[in-house]
């Protein structure tokens, strides 16, 4: 429960345990029930501190994931919401292509000219799209198509432009025209829509690889262990928590090491979420691994305004914080050095280099035959 250090030379009295024992409960009985009861007060004490540090830890990786999952979610409902619409005029502008007597070969002429269409690249400026959308709406108003503020957006984001529509026109005839133009329109809608279901939904997917990856739930306890898979899944789901803050990935490939995956997990997330805290919202984190010949060693430093030389010394002591009562247990570093250092037989530091505060932590490669 507790060491003593010397600071100067002197004598040491050494008695055996029992005998101690034996003594101090026949000279001061009432001193041995005292020193008793005080020691279970600290057990209780730091039994309960530790369940709580657990649940604020499982409640922080449980409203991330929340908050992860709900956009993703949200996107996904919204498009299906608006992908039914679609549908709805899609099934409309056939049923008046129809009306409107076109040939099959007309039809196949349309479709022709819809799949020649290739989607705007992502690196174009709003600005010139709002330009090719107000274009296209001209024309289209110009050409007696109804609705041409909802159908020049979804031609502009397809990469059509006047010039095509005029094919479009050429090939179908004025009489056809408005329907043809709003079935293409409704088709690349109808496209768009799918894939940002697709991507949503791929999202949502990635989130539970990466917090079952975070749980290591479906593994054995020791095993060999991807450190950098680890530190990834473990900035996924403190993703949420990343806003405004500049992440720099050094993640090096490195040999798999012996360990309990989901410990070094809970590792990562308290050095992590200590770094977010002191950047409080704005600074850079940066994460790097690499390897020696005996060791795997990662670095976890941040921008923020850095622990005190005076507190550096004390910063892995249980229950020492320096966060405001109410936000911190004192216990995410103690635990996290237990499970580096009594778990893994690795070590871990702190410094203070330049302008970032620097954990290292390292941890001993399997032996070799």
């Not at 507790?2 to 009985?29: D, H, I, K, N």
């Not at 690249?121 to 289209?140: G, V």
């Not at 090491?257 to 809970?266: D, F, H, K, T, V």
């Not at 976890?300 to 914080?321: N, Q």
Request: net charge negative; hydrophobic share 45%.
């Amino acid at each position: 429960m507790a060491t003593g250090r010397a600071v100067s030379s002197g004598r040491l009295l050494r008695v055996p345990a029992e005998a101690l024992g034996t003594m101090a409960q026949s000279w001061f009985p009432f001193g041995v029930h005292l020193i008793k009861g005080l020691v279970q007060t600290v057990r209780n004490i730091e039994s309960t501190a530790r369940q709580r540090e657990a649940l604020v830890a499982l409640g922080t990786l449980a409203a991330g994931l929340a908050h992860e999952i709900n956009n993703p979610a949200s996107a996904s409902t919204r498009a299906v919401d608006a992908l039914q619409g679609t549908a709805d005029a899609l099934l409309s502008s056939l049923r008046r292509l129809a009306e409107a007597g076109i040939s099959p070969q007309t039809y196949v002429e349309l479709d022709a000219l819809r799949q020649s269409l290739e989607p705007a690249p992502l690196t174009e400026s709003p600005l010139a799209r709002a330009d090719r959308e107000d274009e296209l709406s001209d024309w289209l108003s110009d050409h007696d198509v109804a609705e041409d503020w909802l159908v020049a957006p979804a031609l502009a984001a397809g990469g059509a432009d006047p010039a095509w529509c005029e094919r479009v026109a050429d090939a179908v005839g004025p009489a056809a025209l408005d329907a043809a133009l709003h079935w293409i329109s409704s088709s690349l809608s109808a496209a768009a829509l799918l894939g940002e279901i697709r991507e949503s939904t791929q999202r949502v997917s990635n989130l539970v690889s990466a917090v079952r990856s975070y749980s290591q739930l479906d593994r054995a306890s020791v095993q060999r262990t991807d450190v950098t898979e680890g530190l990834r899944s473990t900035l996924t789901v403190l993703a949420h928590k990343l806003s405004g803050i500049t992440v720099v990935r050094e993640l090096d490939d490195v040999p798999s090491i012996e360990a309990i995956p989901g410990e070094l997990n809970q590792v990562w997330t308290n050095l992590i979420d200590n770094a977010i805290d002191a950047m409080d919202g704005a600074g850079t984190l940066r994460i790097s691994t690499a390897a020696t010949d005996h060791e795997v060693v990662v670095v976890i430093a941040d921008s923020g305004p850095g622990v005190p030389d005076d507190v550096l010394p004390h910063v892995f002591e249980p229950f020492f914080t320096t966060k405001d009562v109410g936000r911190g247990t004192g216990l995410g570093l103690d635990i996290s050095r237990r499970i580096i250092v009594d778990r893994h037989g690795g070590d871990i530091s702190v410094t203070r280099s330049g302008d970032e505060t620097v954990f290292r932590v390292s941890l001993p490669l399997p032996r070799t035959a």
